[in-house]
């Protein structure tokens, strides 16, 4: 996956490494390493958008920096999801972790179906991960609105 | 050696009041011999970030569906799924789980295809337990393995396939028979099939069968996950939605495990005596060449 920034490579390399058991135990322990929302969101269902693939509640909000030229703006990203849904919370660790901070480029450029590389299909099922497609999916036509 | 009923005076009300147990039955029970909790979420981390001690998990789309086809495992499997976690034939399972118990229900179907006897569920789930402030542990039970013999599975009492669901027909129309479905009226309609933007694993044509009631699932929860008194339920089923007892049902949704819940409520709960889950349901009808489909908000 030669597209991906450094720290989604990572994650993913981390995933494929192991066995679909551990695969779960990762995905827990990204879910607690979720970090919480910034005052300014604190009134989440206003503020963000919610991904409604997700089969439990999850918001998201993308800022993209002020600089030069659009594509090389960094995207910051934020998102709240309920403790009672750590598979979804882990699924947006992925994000967070793999590409916070990136440019609005390379998060364009991450390929759609990245997530299938992480090997969850078979421990978390392909339902569960439409979920992750779709956060994906609308992080990327945040930073188009917002770099446009 | 069943575990005795719980003699809660609200849950005396149903027509089967054994189906059920209450979280204090629960707590004073854990432990006890021949009794195996079990909670069976959609989030399939849930479990693993803390649950009722003790209690062991089966997730539904990894242990209860078959891998390949789309169907439940067999018989040889499901034993290895109970013997794993010291589920004899003559034990006491409760399940429990998030979403008003919807999955849990779910896993109690599957249970009753295999013809497990004594299934119930804990009324309120695992959000009344928390919400009561009720132990919880992330230690993993290590349970003896036990004998579980291999039973093969009974699809014809309690399951409904999509040739069973065209027969039924004639008898929704003739008024002897009643189809449920139980997805949200967006679905029921034909509006909703696809969020913008994304493939959604779904179906061609949006709508429902007809003749079918719309009865959102979630409309027998109460506020804090237990299931609604039994005169509220007989409001929604029996009053509002003109289904008796005698009817013979079928309830559905998009793969079957929101119908189970209703499954649950009508059989376990209302006493009707003859309910069939369609768990091929939305994504099987709604992709089939030439079934009749119905949309809008009527039953059509």
């Given at each position: 996956m030669a597209d991906l920034p450094p720290r989604l490579a990572e994650l993913v390399e981390d995933f494929s490494a192991v066995g679909p058991k551990d695969r779960l135990q990762l995905l827990l322990e990204l879910s607690q390493e979720l970090p919480d929302l910034p005052e300014r969101y604190a009134d989440a269902?206003?503020?963000?958008?919610?991904?409604?693939?997700?089969?439990?509640?999850?918001?998201l909000a993308v800022e993209v920096e002020d600089g030069a030229t659009a594509p090389d703006r960094p995207v910051h990203l934020f998102f709240s999801a309920p403790p009672e849904a750590p598979t979804t919370r882990g699924f947006a660790s992925i994000m967070h972790t793999g590409l916070d901070g990136e440019s609005a480029a390379d998060v364009l450029a991450v390929p759609d179906d990245f997530y299938v590389a992480l090997g969850l299909g078979q421990a978390v099922s392909p339902l569960r991960l439409r979920g992750m497609a779709a956060m994906l999916a609308r992080i990327k036509n945040q930073v188009r609105a917002r770099t446009a | 050696m069943a575990l005795p009923a719980d003699n809660d005076p609200k849950l005396a009300d149903y027509a089967h009041p054994e189906r059920l147990v209450t979280t204090e039955?629960?707590?004073?029970?854990?432990?006890?011999?021949?009794?195996?909790?079990?909670?069976?979420?959609?989030?399939?981390?849930?479990?693993?970030?803390?649950?009722?001690?003790?209690?062991?998990?089966?997730?539904?789309?990894?242990?209860l569906n078959d891998p390949v086809t789309r169907d439940y495992v067999d018989g040889a499997r499901f034993a290895e799924i109970c013997g794993e976690r010291g589920i004899a034939r003559d034990t006491t399972v409760v399940f429990y789980g998030d979403r008003n118990n919807w999955w849990a229900t779910y896993a109690l179907w599957v249970f009753?295809?295999?013809?497990?006897?004594?299934?119930?569920?804990?009324?309120?789930?695992?959000?009344?337990?928390?919400?009561?402030?009720?132990?919880?542990?992330?230690?993993?039970p290590k349970p003896a393995t036990v004998d579980y013999p291999v039973v093969e599975r009974d699809d014809t009492t309690l399951r409904a396939f999509k040739d069973d669901v065209l027969a039924h027909l004639e008898k929704v129309k003739g008024g002897t028979g009643a189809l449920v479905d139980v997805r949200s009226p967006g679905e029921y309609s034909g509006e909703l099939l696809h969020m913008p933007d994304y493939p959604q694993e779904g179906a061609v044509r949006g709508g429902h069968i007809p003749g079918a009631a719309n009865v959102p699932w979630a409309r027998a929860a109460a506020e804090d996950a237990t299931f609604k008194p039994r005169a509220d339920l007989e409001a929604i089923y029996l009053q509002e939605q003109g289904l008796s007892a005698d009817d013979d049902v079928v309830a559905y949704c998009r793969i079957g495990e929101r119908s189970s819940h209703t499954w649950f409520v009508l059989t376990h709960l209302l006493g009707f005596g003859t309910v069939r889950n369609y768990d091929g349901s939305w994504t099987e009808w709604g992709n089939t060449v030439r079934v009749p489909i119905a949309q809008g908000a009527e039953r059509g």
């Open positions: 269902a206003d503020s963000m958008e919610q991904v409604h693939e997700c089969q439990s509640p999850l918001f | 039955w629960l707590a004073a029970n854990l432990g006890s011999d021949g009794l195996v909790v079990v909670e069976s979420d959609e989030d399939v981390l849930l479990y693993d970030t803390g649950h009722i001690p003790g209690a062991v998990k089966v997730d539904w789309h990894t242990e009753a295809l295999f013809g497990h006897e004594d299934v119930r569920i804990l009324d309120g789930g695992r959000a009344k337990w928390v919400a009561e402030g009720r132990e919880m542990t992330t230690e993993q």
